[in-house]
């Protein structure tokens, strides 16, 4: 089995989690499989959310239009192209951090163009955790669809459409290292060297020897829903525990170490 392989690195990123910012916007760790699709979309010039509000326009008309709501259509009608294109990629991602976890540290800036807030001045302020010099290495399973093969054209070549960003565009992102890997299948009995689903798996109990021991844990998105695009989330761990069962199919190795494809 074949994959292609880089890696994904910043100065910053800020992948939004969506259910606090009473003070704050907070980060998830890791860059999640549906914002890792935004990204490979816009290397291949696919369509996203705004483009979905108006699927009559192409995206070059959308552009230089500022639409009336009322002439858009609902954002919950259907996936937005780059999902719906490449929801179907098999991603195995790497945090190449000391135990998976990077720094993170808050920004505090304004936004003062003056309906941003109905404080007296109309500024208001803007706080936000961003990941600090972020890391990961990136696979992706091969298969016979056409997005894959221009995907990994796109990036072997060095080649993108429009710019990629971790999570937003003040994050803009750096790839490096692309090649084609060839896979085989797992190794039982040893750790998974990317993030996986911790339901699926079931760990060893006792530490591993020799070893500093680790395990980081974090509730992410690994899909979109359909109807609202409300992320769907799983418990995603990085550990060096022994994985000694599971029933998942996606995982191969790679220079005697597994990798779990999402």
């Given amino acids: 089995m074949k994959a292609i392989s880089f890696n994904l690195s910043g100065k910053t990123a800020m992948f939004k989690k969506p259910d606090v910012n009473s003070y704050a916007y907070f980060t998830y760790n890791n860059i999640h499989k549906p914002a890792l699709l935004g990204l490979l979309g816009a290397i291949l010039g696919l369509g996203g959310y705004i ?3 108006n699927q009559n326009k192409s995206i070059e008309e959308e552009n230089k ?3 009336k709501k009322a002439d858009k259509k609902p954002l919950n009608d259907g996936y937005p192209e780059f999902y719906e294109k490449l929801k179907g990629l098999k991603i195995a ?3 190449l951090a000391p135990h998976g976890y990077f720094s993170k540290k808050i920004q505090v800036f304004n936004n003062s163009v003056g309906y941003a807030s109905k404080e007296m001045g109309g500024n208001l302020i803007v706080r936000e955790q961003w990941l600090e010099n972020p890391k990961w290495q990136i696979m992706i399973l091969a298969d016979e669809s056409e997005e894959y093969a221009k995907l ?8 993108s459409v429009f710019v ?3 999570g937003k565009n003040d994050h803009i ?3 490096a290292e692309v090649c084609e890997v060839e896979l085989s299948s797992m190794i039982k009995d040893i750790k998974f060297s990317s993030l996986f ?5 079931t760990l060893a109990t006792t530490a591993p020897r020799n070893e500093l021991v680790f395990s980081f844990q974090e509730v992410s998105p690994i899909r979109l829903q359909e109807e609202y695009h409300f992320y769907e989330y799983a418990n995603l761990v990085f550990t060096n525990y022994k994985i000694i069962d599971t029933e998942y199919k996606d995982i191969y190795s790679l220079k005697n170490e597994n990798y779990f494809f999402l």
């Fill in 164 to 166: 990629p960003y971790l």
């Fill in 173 to 175: 992102a750096n790839i």
């Fill in 93 to 95: 991602i790497t945090p």
């Fill in 65 to 67: 239009t500022i639409k």
């Fill in 152 to 159: 990994r054209e796109y990036l072997i070549d060095e080649k």
């Fill in 197 to 201: 689903i911790k339901e699926v798996c």
């Fill in 51 to 53: 483009q979905l509000s």
